[in-house]
T-cell receptor, first 108, second 121 residues
Framework: GIQVEQSPPDLILQEGANSTLRCNFSDSVNNLQWFHQNPWGQLINLFYIPSGTKQNGRLSATTVATERYSLLYISSSQTTDSGVYFCAAYSGNTPLVFGKGTRLSVIA | DAGVIQSPRHEVTEMGQEVTLRCKPISGHDYLFWYRQTMMRGLELLIYFNNNVPIDDSGMPEDRFSAKMPNASFSTLKIQPSEPRDSAVYFC???????????????????FGPGTRLLVL
């Protein structure tokens, strides 16, 4: 099945800094999503982005399907951005496969 | 819409007891998914339903686990008997259908419930 790898596994930022999280996947995908799991454990949809670029406030994401990667950009980070960011993808009729996540800590 | 609703939010039980987790998907969504999250294994898909029919249960760890979806607005995940290694956070998610009815295309964006934190002593 499809493999999803995320990097870096951990990231510590000073408030106000920018960051880029990466997701590599092993096969062409029909669906790629980014989620944020907040410190209370809730999984929140950020983007559905099998290809192209989307922006939502300080967050944006780009997926280059032909090169099998997706990037999540966080600008002017805030302490509320802390948590774990997951990339998840599926190909064809396979289940949605999650990466291991990037744990982000934003310190004031 | 209230989003995906799960109950209970927390469950503490003793080994050998039956545990039933409940999920109400977002109204109008055709797909329902059950996931388990642990530190060791991350997020794993257990089973998913399309129009109340189980499509893929290959992630269900063993026969002690069973899931049902008697109607479009309700699903249960049951563990009987429970074991300490079942301790985890169990998430339910739903997604809408894409494409024409009967096209077989999977729903796109998945919306997760708040999860049930299960502790088996």
């Amino acid at each position: 099945g499809i493999q999803v790898e995320q990097s870096p596994p951990d990231l510590i930022l000073q408030e106000g800094a920018n960051s880029t999280l990466r997701c590599n996947f092993s096969d062409s995908v029909n669906n790629l999503q980014w989620f944020h799991q907040n410190p209370w454990g809730q999984l929140i949809n950020l983007f559905y982005i099998p290809s192209g670029t989307k922006q939502n406030g300080r967050l944006s994401a780009t997926t280059v399907a032909t090169e099998r990667y997706s990037l999540l950009y966080i600008s002017s980070s805030q302490t509320t951005d802390s948590g774990v960011y997951f990339c998840a993808a599926y190909s064809g009729n396979t289940p949605l496969v999650f990466g291991k996540g990037t744990r982000l800590s934003v310190i004031a | 819409d209230a989003g995906v609703i799960q109950s209970p939010r927390h469950e503490v039980t003793e080994m050998g007891q039956e545990v039933t987790l409940r999920c109400k998907p977002i109204s109008g969504h055709d797909y329902l998914f059950w996931y388990r999250q642990t530190m060791m294994r991350g997020l794993e898909l257990l089973i998913y339903f399309n129009n109340n029919v189980p499509i893929d249960d290959s992630g269900m760890p063993e026969d002690r686990f069973s899931a049902k979806m008697p109607n479009a607005s309700f699903s249960t995940l049951k563990i009987q008997p429970s074991e300490p290694r079942d301790s985890a956070v169990y998430f339910c998610a739903s997604s809408p259908r894409t494409g024409k009815m009967g096209s077989g295309r999977r729903g796109e964006t998945q919306y997760f419930g708040p999860g049930t934190r299960l502790l088996v002593l």
